[in-house]
């Protein structure tokens, strides 16, 4: 038999690389003689990186070192270079809320670092960008991005405004124009955005609003973001409704309108640069998993996207989850006896879960 095994993270316990390595060799402590291919999964955020170094050949991880964190201290950079020219970057790597520790900075949060590595990117001879939107520590619109690749305020007189992360807002009032002079070329290849949100940049819906609370902002930050954005959309222009604009605290409308980026759902995306397609077409079997399991599973995450590339090729699925009321699916917590053991021990269940589902497969066989 020929099995696919491509679980997402199980987010806080395992990622998704060791989570496939416990599933398969699980597995084959069974039926040693099946051929497994581990292609462990992500969506355009966490653990993308790890999950297209390890699925793709040829790939290596390029460190960045010292480039500027969320609060302005220096932290690592890195990108994937795949062989075909393609840069991966993963924005919460360089620009992340962990990278903060306890102290949320709503109001001065920079998404610079991300620049920082794109533009080493870009040295390193990087020919198409791919850019995973998720996590981020700021809401700047992406504009400490694009200062790092070049972009600049101007005020009345044509003369350039200093970044100044610490007091984004008064640099924006400051500012009468947008100047892309400057701004480094796009790879020929392009920029694509992963991410599974199709926020607005503005409004109720957009990234202040949303997702300003998890990075911090209170009753009174919250309008003060909203102004920042507005009066970055008002000087960048573009289309702060576009689907996906307000991801990233406004990063993904900060790459549509700074630099010509297109927006793409993250999973199918990524399910594509690691070749899932191709390799569930000749497969027998799937077998993913990720941490809780339910109908939000479905809707645009790594989990979904792989089951229904399964179902597009006539090949059946196994989901195994930490918990899920889900029918049909194994459960770590199940096996563990509770969730709080299957935690404890996330490798030690999912190679059991592994040993499971392929003592399920020979008594059906």
Not at 128 to 150: E, M, N
Not at 308 to 335: C, D, F
Request: aromatic share 4%; proline share 6%.
């Amino acid at each position: 038999m020929r099995i696919v095994v491509a679980p997402d993270s199980f987010k806080g316990t395992i990622d998704a690389a060791d989570a496939a390595e416990a599933l398969s060799s699980g597995w084959r402590s069974v039926r040693p003689a099946d051929e497994l291919r581990c292609v462990p999964m992500a969506d355009g955020g966490e653990g993308t990186l790890a999950a297209v170094v390890s699925a793709s050949p040829g790939a290596r991880l390029v460190d960045v070192p010292d480039v500027t964190g969320p609060d302005g201290r220096p932290v690592r950079g890195q990108f994937a270079l795949l062989p075909d020219g393609t840069a991966v970057v993963e924005l919460a790597v360089a620009s992340g809320l962990p990278l903060l520790g306890g102290e949320l900075r709503p109001l001065t949060a920079t998404t610079r670092g991300t620049g920082e590595t794109i533009a080493a990117a870009l040295d390193a001879g990087a020919t198409r960008l791919v850019v995973g939107l998720g996590g981020s520590a700021s809401t700047d619109g992406g504009f400490g991005l694009l200062s790092a690749l070049g972009a600049r305020l101007l005020d009345s007189a044509g003369r350039t405004i200093p970044d100044a992360a610490s007091d984004l807002d008064a640099t924006l009032d400051a500012a009468t124009a947008f100047d892309r002079s400057r701004i480094r070329f796009a790879p020929p290849g392009g920029v694509v955005l992963l991410t599974d949100v199709t926020n607005p940049l503005l409004g109720e819906r957009g990234a202040a609003a949303v997702y300003g609370p998890q990075k911090g902002a209170g009753e009174h930050e919250l309008p003060l973001l909203e102004r920042r954005l507005e009066r970055l959309a008002e000087l960048m222009g573009g289309d702060p409704s576009h689907p996906g604009a307000g991801a990233a605290g406004g990063t993904g409308y900060g790459l549509l309108a700074g630099w010509g980026a297109v927006v793409e759902p993250g999973a199918p995306a990524v399910a594509r640069l690691l070749g899932l397609p191709g390799l569930l077409a000749s497969a027998d079997l799937l077998i993913t998993g990720e941490g809780r399991y339910d109908a939000t599973s479905l809707q645009g995450k790594a989990v979904g996207e792989v089951v229904r590339l399964a179902e597009s090729a006539g090949v059946p699925s196994k989901v195994v989850a930490g918990e899920s009321a889900a029918n049909g699916v194994l459960t770590l917590s199940s096996l563990a006896g509770s969730a709080s053991a299957a935690r404890s021990q996330p490798a030690r269940w999912l190679h059991r879960a592994g040993a499971t589902l392929a003592e399920q497969w020979a008594a059906r066989t």
